[in-house]
Every structure is written in structure tokens, then in C-alpha cells.
T-cell receptor, first 114, second 112 residues
Framework: AQSVTQPDIHITVSEGASLELRCNYS??????LFWYVQSPGQGLQLLLK??????LVQGIKGFEAEFKRSQSSFNLRKPSVHWSDAAEYFC????????????FGTGTRLKVLA | DAGITQSPRHKVTETGTPVTLRCHQT?????MYWYRQDPGHGLRLIHY???????DKGEVSDGYSVSRSKTEDFLLTLESATSSQTSVYFC???????????FGPGTRLTVL
């Protein structure tokens, strides 16, 4: 069965520090991969996506993610975190078999210390 | 981002009453989805639609039904609300198979 695991429920970093959020997936083929961000009381906003090609993907707000097929991972990174990055982050896998459904991880809540 | 609105944005209801949530989109997207978001569970798919009058179940469909009579509207109905259906409900739309899903602002539903 397809699944997405975000092993870190909460992460706290200091402003200006680097950030890496982990995402592992289980899928029979190369899936579509996404990272979304959700600020409190808001809907989800797409940060970046991977469909094919270059395994290092650039997104909005200075985020990037790297697809590693051998590790079934799609980790999100940012070199220097800003206080406004405090939010919840969701990794998702898109079904490429025809239903186009997404499977979401349980999310990682990021806290940024001033 | 796609123009997606959800109504109502907040609702408090009592156990056993029917509830209908509406998702409206202005992007002419083919695919529409209803998710629920609960702490520790992320987003879970309730139902989805791949065209007018074409719908299918997601992973947590029990107690919910949907209808899509027009491209722009996707309705989620709780026939008889239960406290376990207290949640935040998100609608999403997707234009093509290689497009991304765009999310509405959510509806917070409380069932007393």
C-alpha cells in the first residue's frame, strides 16, 4: 500500500539556522511528490513538486527538496530559516496510476526561535 | 492559485442532524476532492470527483456522501452527523493529471 511517513512531529530551530524536514514514501513506481505548507487557520499552499527530471527541486520562499529514489525520500530543506516559516509542513505522494489521488503524511510542525 | 471557496467556514451542529458543506471553484478544474484534517492524521481523503456526476470513495468515506451536478460545485453531506466527524474539512481541485492540487480555506465543523 502507498504511504507517506514524516518521522518528525515537531521540530524547533533558531532563526537563521538551516532546516531539513524528512519525508519517506512507499510506492510501487516513481510517484509525483509534493511539499505543502499550512499556516495556522489557513489552507495548504504548495511549496514545490517533483514529477520527473532533475532530482533537486526549487520551490517558493527559498525552499528546496531532493528526490532520492534509493532512499525513497523527498526531504525539504532551507539554508536559513525565517520566523515567518513557522507553520506545519506536509509531504504528499500523488498516485500516477490514473486516480490522481494524493496521500499525505501526518505533518511536521515547525517552531522558530527568535 | 485556483479560486476555491468553501461554505460555511464555521459550523456548529448537533449529533444526528444532516450537514452539507459546499466547495465552489472558478477554474473549471476537472478533479475535486474532499479531505478531513485531524491532529496526528494529516489530511485524509473522504471522496473525490473526476467529472460531473463521477465520484468515488476515499479512505474515510463512511458516513459521508458527495454530489457534483456542475463542474464548479462539489457538495459533501453528512447524513447524520456524529461527534467523530468534528474536524476541519478541506476541498481541493486539480486541473489535469499532471497538475497540482489547490486547496480551499477549509471549514471547521463541530458536532456536539
Amino acid at each position: 500500500a502507498q504511504s507517506v511517513t514524516q518521522p518528525d512531529i515537531h521540530i524547533t530551530v533558531s532563526e537563521g539556522a538551516s532546516l531539513e524536514l524528512r519525508c519517506n514514501y512507499s510506492y510501487g513506481a516513481t510517484p509525483y511528490l509534493f511539499w505543502y505548507v499550512q499556516s495556522p487557520g489557513q489552507g495548504l499552499q504548495l511549496l514545490l513538486k517533483y514529477f520527473s527530471g532533475d532530482t533537486l527541486v526549487q520551490g517558493i520562499k527559498g525552499f528546496e527538496a531532493e528526490f532520492k529514489r534509493s532512499q525513497s525520500s523527498f526531504n525539504l530543506r532551507k539554508p536559513s530559516v525565517h520566523w515567518s516559516d513557522a507553520a506545519e509542513y506536509f509531504c504528499a505522494v500523488g498516485d500516477v496510476s490514473g486516480t490522481y489521488k494524493y496521500i499525505f503524511g501526518t505533518g511536521t510542525r515547525l517552531k522558530v526561535l527568535a | 492559485d485556483a479560486g476555491i471557496t468553501q461554505s460555511p467556514r464555521h459550523k456548529v451542529t448537533e449529533t444526528g442532524t444532516p450537514v452539507t458543506l459546499r466547495c465552489h471553484q472558478t477554474e473549471n478544474h476537472r478533479y475535486m476532492y474532499w479531505y478531513r484534517q485531524d491532529p496526528g492524521h494529516g489530511l485524509r481523503l473522504i471522496h473525490y470527483s473526476y467529472g460531473v456526476k463521477d465520484t468515488d470513495k476515499g479512505e474515510v468515506s463512511d458516513g459521508y456522501s458527495v454530489s457534483r451536478s456542475k463542474t464548479e460545485d462539489f457538495l459533501l453531506t453528512l447524513e447524520s452527523a456524529t461527534s467523530s466527524q468534528t474536524s476541519v474539512y478541506f476541498c481541493a481541485t486539480q486541473g489535469t493529471s499532471t497538475d497540482t492540487q489547490y486547496f480551499g480555506p477549509g471549514t471547521r465543523l463541530t458536532v456536539l
